[in-house]
């Protein structure tokens, strides 16, 4: 199966916009861990924007 490459670019900008992780660092996470990390975001987000 593959991964479109839109939502692989929208994952990895979203990431590294937070965290400011180099690219090579965001290519070599797994498909799981980018969206977890993308989830984890989003609920930081979410809390902040809710206070």
Sequence with gaps: M???ADRL???IAYI???FHW???RLL???H???TRWVG???RI???INDV
Aim: proline share 0%; net charge negative; hydrophobic share 20%.
């Design 22 to 24: 180099e690219q090579d």
């Design 16 to 18: 590294a916009y937070h």
């Design 32 to 34: 799981a861990e980018r």
């Design 45 to 47: 987000n979410t809390r």
């Design 2 to 4: 593959t991964y479109a």
């Design 9 to 11: 670019y929208e994952e």
């Design 28 to 30: 070599d996470l797994t």
């Design 40 to 42: 984890e975001i989003g």
